[in-house]
Structures are given as structure tokens and as C-alpha cells.
């Protein structure tokens, strides 16, 4: 079946720290990539995605490169602040599975000043 | 503005009571999904409907039934709660032919049963 396998956290950073979290898949098919942000108290949102092998996502300064080789779709930030403290979520579609999304188990990170 | 709506937002429950979850999206999403999120379990899928008249169980549907009432919502009923399903429930839309499409969550609903 479908996974994700997301770098454990928590994950704790001082403001203008580089930001890496490391996310591996497996899938069945060929598979469109996610990035999800839940802040406190939220429902998730989506932050990024990628559809095919090479596209990068990008948006509010994170990206992600989708990478077939490594199956991988690490999450990216040159410079974290304060307000990207948040439980981030990396997830994976085929299209032909019912339109479900697997998720993986979502990774903490708090921005310190 | 566009989206999912879910309510109640907080609910606390006697253990033996039932409950009906109320979702509904105004995207005209074909399908919708139910999720529980647990500390250190990530989201787990209970039930999902990939389009009106159809629902389907997902990865932990016992305990719980689901109603797709139109194609704008889909209700989670717990009949008889229990405190493992104490957690926060989410529901999700998307647009199951459309390759790419993410998820649009609702804000959640916070279940304690005691």
C-alpha cells in the first residue's frame, strides 16, 4: 500500500534558521506530492505541491523538490520566523485510489525569537 | 468564504451517548472524507465518500457510521461513544477526477468522552 514517511520531531529552530524537513513515500502509482500546515487550534491547510518527478513547489518562502529517484519531497525554508510554528504534513494521492490522500504522521516545529 | 464547514466546533460526551458530526463543503467537491487526528498518530481515515450515494470504510471505521446526505454533506454519527474515540474529527473535500487536487479541511471538532 500507499506511505509516508516523515523525519520525526519535534523540531526546534531559533528565528532566521535554515529549515529542513525530510519526507520519503512509497506508492503504487505515480503518485502527486503535498505539503499540508496545521497551526494551532486549525484544520490543516495546504501549503505546497508538486504533480510530477522534478517540479518544485513553492509558496510563503518554503519549497519542495518532488524527487523520483529518492522518492523524496523534502520541505525546504532559508529563513524561519517566529509564525511558521506549526505541525507540518506530507502527504501523497494517486488518482485512481478514491481521490484518498495518505498522510504522514505530521512533524512539530516551534520557532524560537 | 468558500470551504468546510464543521460543527460542532467542541462537544464533550457521556460514554454511551450518540452524536451526529455535521460537515458540509461549498465547492462542489465529489468527495469527502472524515479523519481523526490522535497525538503521535498522525490523520487517520475513518470513512469517505468518493461521490454522492457512495461511502466506503477507511483505515478505523468501527465505532462510527456516516450519512452522504447530498452531494454537499457528509455527517460521521458515533452511536454509542466511547473514550477511545475521544480526538479531534476533521473533515476533507477534494475533487476526485482533477489530478493534483488537494484536500480542503474543515476546522475541526474537539470530542472529549468521559
Known amino acids: 500500500g500507499d506511505s509516508v514517511t516523515q523525519m520525526e520531531g519535534p523540531v526546534t529552530l531559533s528565528e532566521e534558521a535554515c529549515l529542513t524537513i525530510?519526507?520519503?513515500?512509497?506508492?503504487?502509482?505515480?503518485?502527486?506530492l503535498f505539503w499540508y500546515v496545521q497551526y494551532p487550534g486549525e484544520g490543516l491547510q495546504l501549503l505546497l505541491k508538486?504533480?510530477?518527478?522534478?517540479d518544485k513547489g513553492s509558496n510563503k518562502g518554503f519549497e519542495a523538490t518532488y524527487r523520483k529517484e529518492t522518492t523524496s519531497f523534502h520541505l525546504e525554508k532559508g529563513s524561519v520566523q517566529v509564525s511558521d510554528s506549526a505541525v507540518y504534513f506530507c502527504?501523497?494521492?494517486?488518482?485512481?485510489?478514491?481521490?484518498?490522500?495518505?498522510f504522514g504522521d505530521g512533524t512539530t516545529l516551534t520557532v524560537k525569537p | 468564504n468558500a470551504g468546510v464547514t464543521q460543527t460542532p466546533k467542541f462537544q464533550v460526551l457521556k460514554t454511551g451517548q450518540s452524536m451526529t458530526l455535521q460537515c458540509a463543503q461549498d465547492?462542489?467537491?465529489?468527495?469527502m472524507y472524515w479523519y481523526r487526528q490522535d497525538p503521535g498518530m498522525g490523520l487517520r481515515l475513518i470513512y469517505y465518500?468518493?461521490?454522492?450515494?457512495?461511502?466506503d470504510k477507511g483505515e478505523v471505521p468501527n465505532g462510527y457510521n456516516v450519512s452522504r446526505l447530498n452531494k454537499r454533506e457528509f455527517s460521521l454519527r458515533l452511536e454509542s461513544a466511547a473514550p477511545s474515540q475521544t480526538s479531534v474529527y476533521f473533515c476533507?473535500?477534494?475533487?476526485?477526477?482533477?489530478?493534483?487536487?488537494?484536500?480542503?479541511f474543515g476546522s475541526g471538532t474537539r470530542l472529549t468522552v468521559v
Open positions: 465547492m462542489n467537491h465529489n468527495s
Open positions: 465518500s468518493a461521490s454522492e450515494g457512495t461511502t
Open positions: 502527504a501523497l494521492s494517486v488518482n485512481t485510489n478514491a481521490g484518498k490522500s495518505t
Open positions: 525530510n519526507c520519503t513515500y512509497t506508492a503504487t502509482g505515480y503518485p502527486s
Open positions: 476533507a473535500s477534494s475533487e476526485l477526477r482533477a489530478l493534483g487536487t488537494s484536500y480542503t
Open positions: 508538486a504533480t510530477k518527478a522534478d
